[in-house]
């Protein structure tokens, strides 16, 4: 996950082909992450990448997203 990033350009005119996200979790999380990458071989960021590309995804985030409002309440 180090990969090394380009210096930004001031030349906003071109977007590049991929962008970087950060984010924090719980390490618990990040365990069965590594445990669940481990199983397949893989890499955590690979495997994360991979679950967001699935052709099912959007499907399944849509219903954890009802199911979260469901269960706390829609949050304006």
């Given at each position: 996950?180090?990969?090394?990033?380009?210096p930004?350009?001031?030349?906003?005119h071109?977007?590049?082909d991929?962008q970087?996200?950060?984010?924090?979790?719980?390490?618990?999380?990040?365990?069965r992450l590594?445990?669940?990458?481990?199983?397949r071989?893989?890499s955590v960021?690979d495997?994360?990448?991979?679950t967001?590309?699935?052709?099912?995804?959007?499907?399944?985030?849509?219903?954890?997203?009802?199911e979260?409002e469901?269960?706390?309440?829609?949050?304006?």
């Amino acid at each position: 996950m180090n990969s090394p990033t380009p210096p930004c350009d001031d030349d906003h005119h071109e977007r590049p082909d991929s962008q970087v996200l950060s984010l924090r979790v719980e390490a618990a999380l990040l365990e069965r992450l590594a445990d669940h990458a481990a199983k397949r071989g893989m890499s955590v960021q690979d495997y994360v990448v991979q679950t967001l590309v699935r052709d099912d995804f959007d499907e399944r985030f849509r219903a954890s997203v009802e199911e979260t409002e469901r269960f706390y309440g829609r949050s304006a």
